[in-house]
């Protein structure tokens, strides 16, 4: 069982800011204990199996050229560089 | 005009000169104008569709070479990359996107003469299963607008059903092709993960995800994929598929084949109409020459669970992305702090949006991620341990799409674990990666039901040729819009 204290945690971290508390942390807070559900699925000892992509079936890294220069479209540019927030306050 | 045809039937008149291009595209349009104020599949249209069909009729006077869609008008779900379109995800933080690129599918249909209508509606990022979660509000279901469309490809199911194309291309990461399309009464089609590229789709869950087309019949998907399949170098979790002609013996039928029923999917919480439409439609199999037998499969009640704890934590990390620095909208740096910013700009997320990146957050997190996401991964493997044995036994599973009919907007908004359980028969298909298709069986008081059949991965071809027989088996009623 999760706390709602927790959760706002991890809100914070992941730079959301929550307002409403009903809207967010108490529906967050059921989903996660439905996924309780998985303590009784008896899988522990369950292997994880991934798939694998060897590397000699990837691309080459090289360089495609693209005709648009992307980093214009930003909202913050400023002609040689991004603008960004400020770091600290 | 008869906008009531299937795709195969377009490219027909068109090819004969019976109709022509332009003419069909200006009635769908048209025809978009008329019931899309109170359907809502459409986010935005293209304005350039008519000089776009007009084109076309003139390669096809000038007996130019033209691709295999002959200017049939495509709806695409406003996920998916159009050159220098927009493309929203139905989310407020890129209402202002223009798209820099196709995405692979596009770049295919393009080639192919397909004719993009406009982008249809979705859940915010794809994450909803009734487009109630779209920041532009829900698409309504065209065989009762008081009733949800389904979704996430809600708009790709309405514009199907409602003669607003003839095609469309949704996305599915836990059934959000075939639920919408089993609620609007609809083919989707969930490829083989790998079947059909993902680039220039907007990230959801990577590991699960696949595009597949929503259209009117069986065969209409089979030209479909014949069209969007195969290995694609911008994505190296695509297939060979070896340019499978997914058309050809689609009529084959499905004498001698093994069915097996997945008795989880047909158990408690499942609406008496859905039971007997199932019933139904594995009789008809039965009656075709299949042979049919109940199968348990124990993981598929910890399906859910796992799939949201899945999806939660790689939408976690794909939405990282939506800083307003690099994706975003016009909003003022002066003022704030590094981090207060972009917690600012992420306010333009939607409620559902917000909910799951917070699970993404916390399910993998030090200290949980023992029992959430390592545990989701275990019944994921378990899960497919448990259907590739299935299909050593059968050639192909069945259950209804969704255990419940369509309901109400706003019926099941604030209750997300009952939103959730919608999804239980759709999952296992993703988590697994076999591929799986819900096809229009029945109608109950006026509402849609589905029936899904699943197949071992790469058995695509073989699935459609189910499919293809068990659609021949009924005839449904016209959708009342």
Not at chain 1, 75 to 85: D, I, S, W
Not at chain 2, 219 to 248: R, V, W
Request: charged share 25%; with cysteine.
């Amino acid at each position: 069982m999760v706390t709602e204290e927790e959760i706002e945690k991890v809100s914070k971290l992941m730079r959301i800011g929550i307002d409403d508390h009903k809207e967010y942390v108490e529906k967050v807070h059921m989903m996660i204990n439905f996924f309780d559900i998985l303590d009784s699925a008896g899988v522990e000892s369950e292997e994880i199996s991934m798939p694998e992509i060897p590397i000699s079936k990837l691309r080459e890294d090289e360089h495609i050229p693209f005709d648009d220069k992307l980093i214009e479209r930003l909202n913050h540019y400023k002609g040689t560089y991004v603008r960004a927030p400020k770091m600290s306050s | 005009m008869n906008l009531k045809i299937s795709a195969l039937d377009y490219v027909q008149e068109v090819k004969t000169g019976n109709i022509s291009a332009e003419d069909f595209v200006a009635n769908t349009i048209e025809r978009i104008q008329n019931v899309d104020d109170k359907l809502h599949a459409f986010l935005s249209v293209n304005e350039d569709a008519i000089n776009q069909a007009r084109a076309i009729d003139k390669k096809i006077k000038s007996g130019e070479k033209v691709g295999d869609c002959f200017g049939m008008p495509i709806s695409i779900k406003d996920n998916m990359c159009i050159k220098d379109s927009k493309t929203t995800c139905a989310s407020k933080m890129l209402e202002n996107f223009i798209a820099p690129y196709d995405a692979t599918v596009i770049a295919k249909l393009k080639r192919q003469d397909a004719i993009f209508v406009g982008k249809v509606n979705m859940d915010e990022f794809a994450m909803g299963l009734t487009t109630e979660f779209s920041a532009y509000g829900p698409s309504k279901n065209p065989w009762n607008v008081e009733y949800v469309s389904g979704g996430s490809s809600g708009g790709s199911a309405v514009s199907v059903s409602a003669l607003e194309c003839v095609a469309s291309l949704g996305s599915d990461t836990g059934g959000s092709v075939r639920n919408p399309a089993s609620f609007c009464s609809a083919v989707g089609y969930k490829p083989t993960y790998g079947l059909i590229s993902r680039y220039g789709l907007i990230s959801y869950a990577n590991s699960i995800e696949q595009i597949g087309p929503l259209t009117r019949t069986v065969k209409d998907t089979a030209f479909m994929l014949n069209l969007i399949t195969g290995i694609d170098p911008n994505d190296d979790t695509t297939i060979d598929n070896k340019n499978e002609d997914y058309l050809s013996g689609i009529e084959s039928g499905i004498e001698g084949k093994k069915i097996g029923i997945i008795k989880e999917m047909i158990g408690e919480g499942i609406d008496p109409a859905v039971l007997s439409a199932t019933k139904d439609a594995i009789a008809k199999l039965e009656g075709l020459g299949a042979t049919c037998e109940e199968i348990s499969l124990d993981m598929v009640k910890y399906s859910v669970a796992a799939y949201y704890t899945i999806t939660a934590t790689e939408a976690g990390s794909n939405l990282a992305r939506y800083d307003n620095l690099r994706y975003g909208y016009d909003f003022p740096l002066d003022g704030y702090e590094f981090n207060s910013y972009i917690s600012k700009a992420r306010r333009k997320f939607g409620p559902e949006v917000i909910r799951r990146m917070i699970i993404g957050g916390f399910v993998p997190s030090a200290g949980h991620s023992g029992k959430y996401f390592l545990k989701a991964l275990k019944v994921k493997s378990k899960l497919t341990k448990e259907v590739n044995g299935a299909f050593k036994k059968f050639d192909f599973l069945i259950s209804p799409t969704v255990p419940i009919l369509p309901f109400k907007l706003g019926e099941k908004i604030d209750d997300p674990v009952s939103l959730f359980l919608v999804d239980i028969n759709t999952v296992t298909a993703n988590l697994t990666g076999k591929p799986a298709i819900s096809i229009p069986f029945a109608n109950s008081n006026g509402l849609p039901i589905g029936i899904q059949l699943m197949a071992d991965s790469m058995h695509d071809k073989l699935l459609l040729q189910a499919a293809y027989a068990l659609e021949q088996t009924v005839r449904l009623p016209e959708v009342p819009i």
